[in-house]
């Protein structure tokens, strides 16, 4: 008989053991304990609901997220389960019995804790990934042990520590992604060991230290991301070695480098002639931008924005024909703008603002027919807009503002009918407003302030219904306000203020749910405040000082509870101070001076604790100041001046202690005596109380007044000495006129010595009559007194003949008969 381990059955016997050397043994591996593992880890979830299918009745193999291996001896080889809500922690996950795991994903749940040690048991995995959880742990050291690992993401949650420099000995790996977290430290220069790292991801985090040039060993990277950490040092010239780097980003950081000569951006960079995006922007690289950068043909984003590059724009960036955004913002950048920039036909964003760009807008720009943002405002750029402006019909984006732009603004910009943003201000611009700009019907942002324009602002630009921020001031404007602002519903902010605008507000504004500021101050604006402006919810300012405003101040802006400042000075408003004010607890400032209102000021006013500055000068406002303005602690400057205010000055104001600016009470008709508690005013810098009828004596407490720079107490009926102080010894004379009384300390008013021999006289006088008539009153006194009680001795003297009385007699008087008791 054959033996059963003949020749023609030894291939079958070498290829069972094969078998069985790649599967571990079902008694230890089995399908079925896996199975119990994985519903051991399921039990310390907090929500199971996506789980449900994981039960004892069915096979792991058709649960929910898992897949197992189709040999004979099945086990588990994938466990996929991203955004399922799964949370909890996962090291009650026995990792030790789930060694055949080649894939697993549980990322984008809500898995907290630490991620355990023994995951490096997983030593077959290729691919893990953890992305978007709440792990809080240190990266286990471990992990450097999980060979067969290519893909691995802990991104997205809130691990601590360093990278472990055991992950160097994932030779295999090619995808790392351990961005944004909290990781700490310097970037491993061990990490060049990984040379089939095609993907680099360790931005946002807190790592510090230089870029180690061993990264330019990754020959075979194509995506490296170190942005938003602390990395400083220069740019490593090694990284010119990745020549199939795709996107390279160091943004964010604090690299350095680079002076007038030599630049920080390395030259060598323009051997990564693959590269589609280049990120340096939000650093402090100095220099020149190396004209080499035009070999990248492939460049589609180029970012070098909030850096200090100085130097012109390199003409050879206009070979960079397939560049899509291009952005030198907030750079040292001079020189004019290349004509060469024209030829970027495919660029639909391009920023160059805040530089020190000169000379005129290049009429290429208009051949830029795809940009969508234009972006040259904060520069010193010069002459006129040019007419082909108009070419760029795709444009949504216009910011000119603060250069040196003049002439008016082309008729060609009616071309621009996708315009959202046209932003103009701070120029020299003239003329009058082309009315083709009433054709961009869908205007968001309309802000041609502080320029030099004449005539009328075009009746339709409103017309589409989008505007929301509407800025002309400073800009010479004349003519009615636009009436078909009234039904512009979507405004947010207006600024109408410094112009020539005329027409009755009344009529012109309307309801404005969204608005939250509002300036039309100096115009020659006429009309009444109207109460339906009270709808005006979101509204945080208004202004409208300085016009022709008449009738009273509507009760209902009580309802403006959002309000921080009002400003209705300088008009001809009557009546009084509405009661409603008190509603308006977040408002700061609040000027109603130089009107023509009456009345007093309401007890209300103390429930205003946020408010900073009030004025009230000049009005005709009387009665007393309430003292409920104490409990006003925040305000800094007080001016009530030029009133009828009548009665002492409140103590309360000394509570004020955060005055700063200004106390002025002048031209009042307020009596009695200064209040002590002034001296409580540490840091006021002016105070100002003349004019009124105040008298008494300079009290010594004004002297704690430290910050005091200017003190009016003239025209009044003080007198006594001036406190001794520093701040009296160094006063002008001009501060104390008009007091008739006072002396010594400041120059120019009389010494108390020498002043009082003359007044001394009469006083010696009126005290030598009240002497005597003291005397006399004595006398007098002395003699009825006697005389009284030798009328009552009489008295007793016959009484005690007629009763026979003892001399030791009581009387009791009981408020009608006398009893005497012997």
Known sequence: MESFFSQKSLPGLLLLLLVFSVYPKPASTSLASQGRVLLQWKASLRSQQSLRSWNLSTSPCIWRGITGSLRRHRVITEISLPRMGLAGPLDALDFSALGSLLHLNLSYNQLGGAIPPTISALSRLVSLDLTSNQFTSKIPVGMGSMKELRFLSLSQNQMVGAIPLSLSNLTGLVSLHLEDNKLVGVIPKELGRLHELMYLEIGVNRLSGSIPSSLGNLTKLYHLDLYQNRL????????????????????????????????????????????????LDNNKLMGVIPKKLGRLHELMYLDLRVNSLSGSIPPSLGNLTKLRFLVLHQNQLSGPIPFEIGNLIEVTDLYFSKNLLTSSIPSSIGNMTRLKTLSLEGNQLSDLIPLEIGNLNEITDLQLSTNLLTGPIPPSIGNLTKLRY????????????????????????????????????????CKGGALKYLTLYMSNFQGPILMTLKNCTTLERVRLEHNHLTGDVSQCLGVYPHLSYMDLNFNLLSGALSPDWAKWHNLTLFRISNNNITGVIPTEFGQLTKLGELDLSSNYLQGEIPKSFGSLTLLYNLSLGNNQLVGHVPLEIGMLLRLRAFGELPNNFGGVIPREIGGCKQLISVDMSNNSFGGSIPYEFGQLVDLQELLDLSQNSFSGHIPSQLGQLTLLQILNLSHNNLAGRILPSLINMASLSALDVSHKEHEGPVPDGQLFRRAPMEWFTGNRGLCDVVAGLPSCSSSSPAREAPNVILLSGMAVLGALLLFFLFVGFAARLMKRRKQIANGTSQTGGGAFSIWNFDGGNATIYS
Do not use: W
């Open 232 to 279: 400083t040092g220069v740019i490593p010239r090694e990284l010119k070695n990745l020549v199939n780097l795709i996107y390279l980003s160091i943004a964010d950081n604090n690299l350095t480098g680079g002076n007038q000569m030599v630049g920080a951006i390395p030259p060598s960079l323009s051997n990564l002639t693959g590269l589609v995006s280049l990120h």
């Open 422 to 461: 046209l932003c103009v201000f701070d120029n020299q611009l003239s003329g009058p407003l082309p009315m083709e700009i009433n054709n961009i019907i869908g205007l968001t942002y309309l802000e041609l302030s502080n320029n030099s324009f004449v005539g009328y602002v075009p009746p339709n630009i």
